[in-house]
């Protein structure tokens, strides 16, 4: 009934539901112990889901862990992001124009939620990412970002891309900035004034790129788009709805 209930939002400003419209909703109310057996049908659905939200709580802690090191730890330089990441503006490689065909092969990026906005013709102005050559794009107000390492256009220069300085694991610096704990409070090009000075710490080369292997597989597991958690909590949830509507459709009798 989310739809109806939406669909009854009234005022101006800010529309919102009122309780005097909820309270006119019918619902069906079956003998209670079919309520029950359909409570625990569908009580069997929300605690697989939430098994799999806390395997991605599991990850976060996992990779928290593996990047908390001592500050008097004598093999470890802390660095600011500045100082092992160069930026660059997008502006060169703004799309031209929004008319996105998914038939087309370049992807147009976004550094928030969305990622991929749709894809493009156009040919000129594509940064040339690839799995030797990844770049992090960062969201310059949100602090939003997302590690890329295919060819990309992108939607705005509201954004830095990111590329390594010196010897570091880049992979490294991704999960690093992954750890940071940081909500702009105000409207205003982050990277520069404040994201880049943040610290983070740098173990031995050899370490970066154990950790990094690691982390590879949990991410996989957790993040990836076919295979991994996500996919797999969108089809629960699918197939959760559909038999939440199987069993809650009751015909009214007239």
């Not at 500045?82 to 008319?99: H, Q």
């Not at 990094?212 to 797999?232: Q, T, W, Y």
Request: aromatic fraction near 12%; charge should be positive; glycine fraction near 4%.
């Amino acid at each position: 009934m989310q739809e109806k209930i939406h669909n009854s939002k009234r005022g101006s400003g800010v529309p919102h539901v009122y309780g005097s419209d909820l309270a006119k909703l019918l619902i069906p109310v079956p003998p209670l112990e079919i309520q029950q057996e359909i409570v625990n049908i569908l009580d069997k659905f929300t605690e697989l889901q939430a098994e799999l939200q806390a395997r991605k709580k599991q990850y976060r802690f996992f990779r928290d862990k593996l990047l908390t090191f001592s500050l008097n730890n004598p093999s470890v330089v802390w660095t600011t992001l500045g100082e092992v990441i160069a930026f660059e503006r997008p502006d060169k490689y703004i799309v031209k124009s929004t008319n996105y065909n998914d038939k087309f092969d370049t992807p147009v990026l976004t550094a928030g939620d969305t990622f991929i906005l749709g894809y493009t013709n156009e040919t000129n102005g594509v940064y040339q990412a690839s799995g030797q050559k990844p770049v992090i794009i960062f969201d310059d107000f949100t602090t939003s970002f997302h590690w890329v390492d295919f060819v990309f256009k992108v939607k705005s220069s509201a954004m830095k891309i990111l590329s390594p300085k010196g010897e570091v694991n880049f992979r490294f610096i991704y999960y690093a900035m992954k750890c940071i704990r940081y909500a702009p409070s105000n409207h205003a090009r982050q990277w520069i004034s404040t994201y880049s000075q943040f610290k983070i710490p740098l173990p031995p080369l050899h370490k970066q790129e154990r950790i990094v292997k690691i982390l590879d597989k949990f991410d996989a597991l957790v993040n990836d788009i076919s295979e991994g958690l996500p996919a797999e909590i969108k089809a629960r949830q699918k197939q959760y709805e559909h038999y939440r509507n199987k069993l809650l459709a009751f015909k009214a009798i007239a």
